[in-house]
């Protein structure tokens, strides 16, 4: 694995589906956060100190998952099922300043920006531009968080796709060309005038995304496709198969390591692998029952979080492949039944772990380095998605 130079981090930003509190050494400077929580049935988004306390209550258009924006100060909620994405400003703006950032705290708000069009699903940030595939029109949909109209990438047909820029390209799913409705079967390189670039290159059941640094990489059923930015021109794409040792499976979500070049997916229903791209490493980390969710460190890049359906929250070496603490946290969330149903999510940030509980309407609070429950935060509705806004700044 190599370093990865994450341009959002390097303003001390650790963005990720949960918080963290404390204070820095200097007395000038803090670590701030605040919650962003979406239910999981009702159309509300809920923030939230780190302490518990609300702040603000936000209703939506319909039920949403959540996604950070470009600047790390706007969150976005996307409504699949009410055609609409919609911004919130978190109130937390980090500013860069070269050595250090400027933090400043304001009072949240739900903004007249949104995104329409029939069922947005794929939300990817990269190079400073959000990519929104709406899946029941087969077009992506290329913002810039400053505004403007967005650039439309039109696609064969409606498709569970997906579409991300690589400086000033842009990479778009091919649907399968028989059966839309099944997953896409690769991608295709498009310049700035939407004219093909290259040809065509195969990634069969294309299903998740993720980038660490500039490298990105797509989840296939024979590997991961590695798209690499070159300059100005088109981006280079690289086939990664499984290695031979690995059991059958397949990874259907990835994420990006910051810190670390490296990526982390799911592989099969308990199991997660480890993706060293520059050496084609494939690290496979057996869990004890089914994985829920799963969530990377940004300060501690080599550790991984993974919620098993039994209820534990574990902590696993990417680098070793071992599984370093566990944590009995819930009752038990079965993997049995209809994919959306209420189960945890969590994230890290700073030193401490946040897991959503949608049953109790809790959310547990884990320090890192003792690897045991500090706190839990109650709250209205059933607590589900969850992002944290904030990182270390002076204030001014």
Not at 60 to 73: F, M, R, Y
Not at 152 to 163: D, F, K, N, S, Y
Not at 238 to 255: C, F, I, N, R
Not at 338 to 348: C, I, K, Q, T
Request: charged share 20%; glycine share 10%.
């Amino acid at each position: 694995m190599i370093p990865a130079s994450l341009p959002a981090r390097s303003l001390g930003l650790a963005l990720g589906l949960c918080a963290a509190s404390g204070f820095a050494a200097s007395a000038d400077e803090n670590e701030t956060w605040r919650l962003v929580v979406a239910d999981h049935s009702a159309p509300v988004v809920r923030i939230l100190e780190t302490d518990g306390a609300p702040t603000a209550t936000f209703d939506i258009e319909g039920p949403a998952s959540l996604a950070p924006g470009p600047s790390g100060t706007i969150v976005y909620a996307i409504q699949s099922d009410a055609d609409i994405v919609q911004a919130i400003d978190s109130g937390i703006v980090l500013s860069d300043h070269g050595d250090h950032a400027d933090l400043k705290v304001e009072a949240p708000r739900l903004l007249d920006t949104a995104m329409t069009g029939e069922r947005p699903v794929h939300f990817v940030v990269h190079d400073g531009k959000i990519a929104v595939f709406y899946d029941g029109e087969g077009v992506a949909r290329i913002y810039s968080e400053r505004g403007g109209e967005p650039r439309v990438i039109e696609t064969a047909a409606p498709h569970h796709g997906v579409a991300a820029t690589i400086g000033r390209h842009v990479i778009v799913s091919i649907p399968h060309p028989e059966h839309p409705s099944e997953l896409p079967v690769g991608i295709r390189v498009l310049d700035t005038s939407g004219v093909q670039v290259g040809e065509d290159h195969a990634c069969p059941d294309l299903h998740g995304e993720a980038a660490s640094g500039s490298l990105m990489a797509l989840a296939c059923a024979t590997g991961v496709l590695l798209v690499r930015p070159d300059g100005d021109g088109p981006p280079k794409v690289e086939h990664l198969a499984y290695a031979s040792d690995l059991p059958e499976g397949k990874s259907t979500t990835l994420l990006g390591a910051s810190g670390l070049q490296y990526f982390v997916g799911n592989y099969g229903p308990d199991a997660i692998v480890a993706i060293d791209p520059s050496s084609g490493k494939f690290t496979r980390v057996q869990l004890p029952t089914r994985r829920v969710h799963f969530a990377m460190d940004g300060e501690r890049p080599q550790l991984v979080y993974v919620f098993t359906e039994d209820g534990s929250l574990h902590k696993i070496n990417a680098l070793t492949g071992r599984v370093d603490a566990s944590l009995a946290l819930t009752g038990p969330y079965s993997m049995d039944g209809h994919w959306r149903d209420p189960r945890p999510r969590l994230a890290v940030a700073g030193d401490e772990v946040f897991v959503t509980d949608p049953t109790p309407g809790v959310i547990h609070v884990v320090d890192i380095e003792e690897f045991a429950k500090d706190r839990e935060m109650k709250v209205d509705g059933m607590p589900y998605t969850i992002i944290a806004i904030g990182g270390h700044g002076e204030h001014h």
